[in-house]
């Protein structure tokens, strides 16, 4: 099949929640791409390579979280990627469901929470030691 790209997608418009989110990640050894808009998410899914799976803010301007996820349904291309919405968001918990997503953290993020809930979805990219 195709490689697994260690990649996660961060929709957050809030340019210091994202460098943050992504100081993290990075350190926990995941690959991290950012957008700050949906349009802007839906372009770089479009464009490739596809991420292993999606942090998505609702609150988003141009083109909000509702939109991006109908927009990635009706992709045959990008419908299979998994998506964590990350929200502060009164509803959020509800919205995810009804969304179809993969999981859901609130924010303010628990840190353990969320890095838990993506290890179901995606190994970091950490060398592992061969299984012998």
């Known amino acids: 099949g195709e490689a697994v790209s260690h990649t996660i997608l961060i929709v957050e418009d809030d340019p210091d ?16 791409e950012g957008a700050t808009n949906g349009e802007e998410a839906l372009t770089r899914l479009r ?45 959020a918990a509800a919205v995810a469901e009804s969304l179809g997503v993969a999981d859901f953290v609130n924010k303010p993020i628990q840190l353990d929470e969320l890095l838990a809930k993506m290890a179901r979805w995606v190994a970091p990219a950490v060398p592992q030691p061969p299984n012998s």
Request: zero cysteines; hydrophobic letters at 45%; proline letters at 8%.
């Open 17 to 32: 929640g994202l460098a943050t989110l992504r100081e993290i990640l990075e350190l926990e050894g995941y690959m991290v």
């Open 47 to 91: 464009r490739g390579p596809k991420p292993s799976l999606i942090l998505l803010d609702l609150m988003l301007p141009v083109m909000n979280g509702w939109q991006l996820r109908q927009a990635q349904q009706e992709d045959p291309e990008l419908a299979s990627i998994p998506v964590i919405v990350v929200s502060a968001y009164k509803d």
